[in-house]
């Protein structure tokens, strides 16, 4: 309920389901391209993030070589200086490196993981709702898809039982 595109997802493909206008394998095939396209629109950030954690190592390194041209200017001023330049040049790589995998290549999967959790939700609204357009029961509809569900998150029979139970009953389940 606090997904405002599952229900959506939920509200709009029953109103087709309840109304009859389209078979079951039309019904199914429509389900798959809205989530391909819900998809698409939630990699667009963890994709752009992708590009910027690829990127950020060659900017270091071109922060790099531009501190190396500049170093080699000073070449008359003594080791000191040329050491604190050289340093200052590699300081380049090294943010360009650091940010790359210890900031912006985390950040990009943990935004992908976060899709594929989402797309995995409503898959398990989509198998659910096809089942019952090809005419299984409610109960086992739920089940299949319950099977959608990774097993690390996956509730048990037992437990998905108990819930629909205190729905039933008026519960916050």
């Not at 080791?79 to 940010?99: D, R």
């Amino acid at each position: 309920m606090r997904d405002s595109h599952a229900v959506h997802f939920l509200c709009d493909t029953l109103k087709l389901f309840v109304a009859g206008v389209l078979d079951p394998h039309n019904l199914d095939k429509l389900m798959e391209r809205d989530l391909e396209v819900l998809q698409h629109e939630e990699m667009e950030t963890a994709n752009t993030m992708t590009k910027l954690a690829d990127s950020l190592p060659a900017n270091g390194i071109v922060a790099a070589v531009l501190g190396i041209i500049l170093t080699m200017a000073s070449v008359d001023e003594g080791t000191a200086t040329l050491g604190k330049k050289i340093a200052g040049a590699l300081v380049g790589t090294f943010l360009g490196v650091f940010m790359a995998y210890g900031f912006a290549g985390p950040l990009a999967g943990a935004l992908k993981s976060k899709a594929a959790a989402k797309n995995r939700c409503y898959q398990c609204i989509r198998h659910s709702i096809a089942a019952s357009a090809n005419g299984v029961n409610p109960g086992v509809s739920v089940e299949v898809g319950r099977r959608n569900i990774y097993s690390v998150d996956r509730p048990t029979f037992e437990e998905l039982e108990e819930a629909l139970r205190e729905l039933k009953s008026g519960g916050q389940g």
